[in-house]
């Protein structure tokens, strides 16, 4: 079976939620995006799911609530029920600094407790890849996920890095995965690049993202 047989067939947008006691009871595997503001995450899910659901700015600080999106997925005669949740952007610096810690109370929160999350795509720019906010988050995600959770990092934008750029964040990639994240798996991506072979296409992600999500051992 080919990774190109995967097919999304259906997609929504379910509800906004403003912290995890008012977010829907959850009915499926969830899949959970999140990152620096502006960093990529409501267009990678549209573009995963194939769709303009989740609204996208080039001003940061688009995405100010929980957004559920539910979707049907079909692989090998399946169909698989998946939701995808896209998240404010950590670190946006618009809002008062109370407000902001409150938020990102709620939201950290949010992570810990859900159980039917899976898989956390933590979202980081190409060009920016070190961060304190990123380091932070990705020491947060490795302490707080269980065992039947993966975290995936997903190096966004990469069409806007050099071609030596792209390389040697591609090989340092391959050649030394960073060993105080022993679980986070990291791929290179962007939405505007159709096919390139340094970066995760978009059918190669949908196969990640099915395989993290319900743990199938030896992938797609
Ligand atoms: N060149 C390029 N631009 C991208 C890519 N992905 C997203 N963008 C652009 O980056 C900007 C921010 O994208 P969003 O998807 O709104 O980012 P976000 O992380 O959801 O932002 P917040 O909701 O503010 O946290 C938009 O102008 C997008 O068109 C990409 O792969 N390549
Ligand atoms: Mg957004």
């Not at 950590?90 to 407000?99: E, P, T």
């Not at 990705?138 to 390389?167: M, P, V």
């Not at 798996?185 to 992600?205: D, G, P, W, Y």
């Amino acid at each position: 079976m080919l990774m190109s047989d995967i097919q999304v067939v259906e997609s929504h947008f379910l509800i906004s939620a403003s912290n995890a006691n008012n977010a829907p009871a959850p009915k499926d595997s969830e899949i959970v995006c999140l990152g620096r503001s502006n960093v990529g995450k409501s267009t990678f899910i549209n573009t995963i799911l194939n769709k303009p659901l989740a609204k996208s700015s080039a001003t940061p600080g688009k995405t100010q609530l929980i957004n559920f999106f539910t979707s049907l997925w079909i692989y090998e005669n399946e169909r698989i029920p998946l939701t995808f949740i896209d998240l404010p952007g950590f670190g946006y610096a618009k809002v008062s600094k109370s407000l902001k810690a409150q938020w990102e109370e709620h939201l950290f929160h949010f992570l810990q407790t859900r159980q039917s999350l899976k898989l956390f795509l933590h979202l980081v720019d190409s060009r920016h890849i070190n961060t304190q906010k990123d380091q932070i988050m990705s020491g947060l995600l490795e302490k707080i996920s269980h065992n039947d959770q993966y975290i995936l990092r997903i190096y966004t934008k990469a069409d806007k890095l050099t071609q030596n750029e792209l390389n040697a964040l591609k090989n340092s990639i391959d050649s030394h995965k960073d060993k105080n994240l022993p679980n986070t798996h990291c791929l290179i991506f962007s939405a505007n690049t159709k096919n390139h072979r340094k970066m995760t296409s978009v059918a190669q992600m949908r196969a990640k993202i099915l395989t993290y999500t319900l743990g199938l051992q030896n992938g797609i």
